[in-house]
Structure formats: structure tokens, C-alpha cells
């Protein structure tokens, strides 16, 4: 493997942030499917995430689109992202609860990356939420909470898009452990994980060796961060995502579909 090395809702702001490369010559117009991306699985496994992303841009252009959560692995894939394209869409899910700090780092990328990512927001305010399903509904049901408000928009979020790219990678939780460089997502769209084989440190050396700003909350023990609500520091020797949804049972918010643990990489 190689690593890293430096080479409904409502929707605010337009824009975000084509070059082009081709690995194999996978530049005519494609049916995107299942079989798709098994094969570009299989194909990509070994690749480094500067050559995804270069390949993803030349294949999808305009119908790519990035999201950004303002962890450290979104802060990479920014760095990353900005310096191909200026054609595809960089967005992010604002559930009107994430932490201070987590707007704060959005505006330093947009500052050190001119970029202007997309903001996508939950149909129900707070308050309209709790008129309808009652107080707390991130205590009471939080799967709910987490449809209403991350789900939903992001369904928006991807509507017209060919492609979109996370910051998933297989060391971060049991449930991303089979995840793969490609996938097909369940929505009927390609999923590209450019950094699914890095390690945390792997992650945590690249954004120093290129000072790319990162969310404060990480040197705070939040090594996952997600809305105020659901997300306390992890103390030492916890699971680094035992802070979300502490107590509930709940791993995932319902972004991210698991890949089976029978999944291969095989042909």
C-alpha cells in the first residue's frame, strides 16, 4: 500500500471547490452499478489517495461531490481535493448542533483553501423537531434524530451526483472495517474512500507535515466529533468512538452502510 504523500432540507451557497488523469483509460461514458465497483475495487486497492482523487475527478467532474465533516480525515481530503479540482461540489451536513469549534475549522479551510462548500440543513428546526416528536428526541430515539437531521439532507446532498467521497477509513471502527476504496452506495451512486487503508497516526503525520488546520476539539479527547448533543470526550484507552451516542448502543448515524463481513476484494 501506498500512503499519503504531499504531490427535505435546505441548501445554502453555491459552488465548491477538472484535471485530468487516467489510471487505465476508464474515460468513456460508464453504466455505474454494483458489478462497477468491484471491479474498480480490485483495480484500486493499492492505489494512494492522491491517485484516487485525481482519477475520481476525471471520471466524474461536476457530478462528484465531497463531504466534509471537519474531522482530520475531511481536513485531509480538503487539502487534497482543493489542489485537483475547483469543478466538483465540497458539502457538509449542518445539523444546528455541531460544536463551535467545528464552524471554526470550516472557516480556516475555506480561508486557506478558497473553497465555498455547500451547506445542507434539516428540514425541522429544534423546536419544530420537538413539537413533532416530543423533547430530546437524541435521547428518546436517536436513530430518529439522526435521520431527520444528517439522512435526509444528505439525500439532498447527493441528489444530481454521480459520485461522492468520504473520510471513512477501516481502522476507525468495527462496522468500516470491510469498507472499501470504491463502493456502490445503496442510493444508487458510487462511494470513493480515498483514505480507507490509513492508519490514524498515517492521518495525524500528513496534517502536520502539511499544516493543515484540524479541528480543536481532536486535542480535546474527541477523536470522533459529531453534533453537541451526542458527543463527549473519550478518556484514555476507550474506544475512540465510544463518545457518540455514549450509552445508547447506537455506533453509526446512518450515513454510512456497512459492508458485509463476507465482502472480498476478489473478482
Given at each position: 500500500?501506498?500512503?499519503?504523500?504531499?504531490a427535505?432540507?435546505?441548501?445554502d451557497?453555491?459552488?465548491g471547490?477538472?484535471g485530468s488523469f487516467?489510471?487505465t483509460?476508464?474515460?468513456?461514458?460508464?453504466?455505474?452499478n454494483?458489478?462497477w465497483?468491484?471491479?474498480r475495487?480490485e483495480?484500486?486497492?493499492?492505489w494512494s489517495p492522491q491517485?484516487?482523487?485525481s482519477?475520481?475527478?476525471?471520471?466524474?467532474?461536476?457530478?462528484?461531490g465531497?463531504?466534509?465533516?471537519?474531522?482530520?480525515?475531511?481536513s485531509v481530503?480538503?487539502?487534497?481535493?482543493?489542489?485537483?479540482?475547483?469543478?466538483?461540489?465540497?458539502?457538509?451536513?449542518?445539523t444546528?448542533a455541531l460544536?463551535?469549534q467545528t464552524?471554526?475549522?470550516?472557516?480556516?479551510l475555506?480561508?486557506?483553501?478558497?473553497?465555498?462548500p455547500?451547506?445542507?440543513?434539516?428540514?425541522?428546526?429544534?423546536e419544530?423537531?420537538?413539537?413533532?416528536?416530543?423533547?430530546r428526541?437524541?435521547?428518546?430515539?436517536?436513530?430518529?434524530?439522526?435521520?431527520?437531521?444528517k439522512v435526509q439532507p444528505l439525500?439532498?446532498?447527493?441528489?444530481?451526483?454521480?459520485?461522492w467521497?468520504t473520510?471513512?477509513?477501516r481502522?476507525?471502527?468495527a462496522?468500516?472495517a470491510?469498507a472499501?476504496?470504491?463502493?456502490?452506495d445503496?442510493?444508487g451512486?458510487?462511494?470513493i474512500?480515498p483514505?480507507v487503508r490509513?492508519?490514524?497516526?498515517?492521518?495525524?503525520?500528513?496534517?502536520?507535515?502539511?499544516n493543515?488546520?484540524?479541528?480543536?476539539?481532536?486535542?480535546?479527547?474527541y477523536?470522533s466529533i459529531?453534533?453537541?448533543?451526542c458527543?463527549r470526550?473519550v478518556?484514555?484507552g476507550?474506544?475512540?468512538?465510544?463518545?457518540?451516542w455514549?450509552?445508547?448502543?447506537?455506533?453509526?448515524c446512518?450515513l454510512?452502510?456497512?459492508?458485509?463481513?463476507?465482502?472480498?476484494?476478489s473478482?
Amino acid at each position: 500500500m501506498r500512503g499519503l504523500a504531499e504531490a427535505g432540507g435546505s441548501a445554502d451557497t453555491p459552488g465548491g471547490p477538472g484535471g485530468s488523469f487516467s489510471r487505465t483509460g476508464w474515460t468513456e461514458q460508464e453504466r455505474y452499478n454494483q458489478e462497477w465497483t468491484d471491479l474498480r475495487a480490485e483495480e484500486m486497492e493499492e492505489w494512494s489517495p492522491q491517485e484516487i482523487i485525481s482519477w475520481a475527478v476525471d471520471q466524474f467532474g461536476d457530478k462528484l461531490g465531497l463531504a466534509t465533516s471537519f474531522q482530520a480525515e475531511s481536513s485531509v481530503l480538503v487539502h487534497l481535493f482543493a489542489g485537483a479540482t475547483q469543478q466538483a461540489r465540497t458539502f457538509y451536513l449542518d445539523t444546528e448542533a455541531l460544536f463551535a469549534q467545528t464552524y471554526m475549522v470550516r472557516d480556516r479551510l475555506i480561508e486557506r483553501y478558497d473553497i465555498k462548500p455547500v451547506r445542507f440543513r434539516p428540514a425541522l428546526s429544534f423546536e419544530d423537531q420537538a413539537t413533532v416528536y416530543g423533547d430530546r428526541l437524541w435521547e428518546t430515539n436517536p436513530d430518529l434524530c439522526c435521520e431527520i437531521r444528517k439522512v435526509q439532507p444528505l439525500k439532498l446532498a447527493l441528489s444530481g451526483l454521480d459520485a461522492w467521497m468520504t473520510g471513512i477509513r477501516r481502522d476507525q471502527a468495527a462496522t468500516r472495517a470491510h469498507a472499501r476504496v470504491v463502493e456502490w452506495d445503496k442510493r444508487g451512486l458510487v462511494k470513493i474512500n480515498p483514505l480507507v487503508r490509513l492508519t490514524s497516526a498515517d492521518v495525524w503525520n500528513y496534517i502536520a507535515e502539511n499544516n493543515i488546520p484540524y479541528n480543536e476539539l481532536h486535542d480535546q479527547g474527541y477523536p470522533s466529533i459529531g453534533c453537541t448533543h451526542c458527543t463527549r470526550a473519550v478518556a484514555p484507552g476507550e474506544d475512540p468512538r465510544s463518545g457518540r451516542w455514549s450509552g445508547t448502543g447506537k455506533i453509526e448515524c446512518g450515513l454510512h452502510e456497512p459492508e458485509p463481513a463476507e465482502a472480498t476484494f476478489s473478482i
